[in-house]
């Protein structure tokens, strides 16, 4: 993140990161700040390259507009945006584009930022060439990464930040907001602050978010609905369940498919449910959502996908905040009915719609 800090007007500045979205946000607003009042002293340098011939003809332009002195005297400001030869590819490797780099650092050193100061936006981008190490001694390199969601404190981090986006834009989130809005967006900060936009107008002049409003504006309709199926079963509500069910298939959702996602549900609310039962997971609440901790060995518990990735914390809390009104064994009851769904389900002949609306009624009234 940036350092509000630095006086940026004095430094050459590398704005980098994997989230290409607040990368290039970060530049455009930076260009905003620090564009000089004379437009003939700002020139624009698109950084997208196609061959090493390329690149080297863009460093070629960038050194050249620094050393073109300016029409009118005062400073400078060359804006290299969306560089791609920065980073681990051809290009990147390329000795020549490596050369020239070298070129354009020394270049950068000899004259400052008081003559001429240097932008440069770039996504993947790979910090251990040289050009980046010395514009580190140079400059400013401001690194923006997408959130890391297989990292459940990194989780709770990016959920505060959307929290606090949703309240810097007059909105107040309902418990359950957040947590969907980071299962049905993930770390797509471009989608977020799409959805947030419209969720700020929709919702004028209260700003109150409720998981409703999502399923109105967030364009993941179908997952919503998913979620909100698991929901409705784990909460035993009967009519909910179905009246979801039904939309499901009508919309196309094959009943294989519905079974395997609820199954994940129940699996993690037998699961949980256990583990809190043993004094083996804690639910907390932070801020409007809740957060799941672990005891060490109760980690090694957790279910992993194809990927070897286990279910995010935040969903675990969210399911067992559900599933506790009911003991643990329950739940195993439940993932029984869902196996002998499945066998009946790949059987011939029988009624799929009818066989998946039975295991739900089955559930929903499992004591």
């Not at 008081?114 to 190490?133: E, L, N, P």
């Not at 400013?140 to 959307?162: G, H, N, T």
Request: with cysteine; hydrophobic share 40%.
């Amino acid at each position: 993140m940036a350092d509000s800090s630095i006086k940026l007007k004095q430094k050459h500045i590398l704005i980098n990161g994997s989230d290409d979205f607040q990368v290039k946000s970060r530049g455009l607003e930076l260009v905003a700040q620090l564009t000089p009042a004379e437009v003939m002293n700002y020139e624009v340098i698109e950084g997208q390259a196609d061959s090493v011939g390329d690149a080297l003809d863009k460093i070629d332009r960038v050194k050249e507009a620094i050393l073109t002195l300016p029409f009118f005297g005062g400073a400078k400001l060359i804006f290299l945006k969306n560089c791609n030869f920065l980073s681990d590819n051809v290009m990147g490797k390329s000795e020549a584009v490596l050369e020239k780099l070298g070129e354009l650092t020394a270049l950068l050193i000899k004259i400052g930022p008081d003559s001429a100061q240097v932008i440069i936006t770039a996504t993947g981008i790979d910090r251990r060439r040289s050009f980046y190490k010395q514009f580190e001694k140079i400059g400013v390199c401001e690194q923006w990464d997408l959130p890391d969601l297989k990292d459940a404190a990194k989780v709770r981090v990016w959920m505060k930040q959307i929290e606090h986006l949703m309240t810097e834009r007059g909105m107040k989130p309902q418990p359950g907001v957040v947590e969907r809005l980071v299962e049905l967006i993930g770390n797509d900060t471009r989608a977020l602050h799409n959805e947030l936009e419209k969720l700020a107008l929709f919702t004028m002049p209260t700003g109150e978010v409720s998981e409703a409003h999502l399923r109105l504006i967030v364009s993941s309709t179908r997952e919503l609905l998913v979620w909100d199926l698991c929901d409705a079963v784990t909460e035993s509500n009967t009519n909910d369940s179905l009246h979801i069910l039904r939309q499901l298939l009508t919309q196309g959702e094959s009943e294989v498919g519905i079974l395997i996602l609820l199954a994940g549900q129940i699996r993690l609310a037998a699961l949980g449910t256990h583990l809190l039962e043993s004094k083996k997971l804690i639910l907390k609440k932070n801020g409007t959502f809740l957060n799941a901790s672990l005891a060490g060995d109760a980690e090694d518990l957790m279910p992993q996908n194809k990927k070897g990735e286990k279910p995010n914390l935040f969903r675990l809390a969210r399911v067992v905040d559900k599933a506790r009104r009911s003991p643990s064994q329950r739940w195993f009851r439940a993932l029984d009915v869902l196996y002998q769904t499945n066998l009946a389900l790949v059987s011939t002949g029988s009624d799929r719609q009818k066989v998946l609306e039975m295991a739900v009624l089955k559930i929903c009234h499992t004591a």
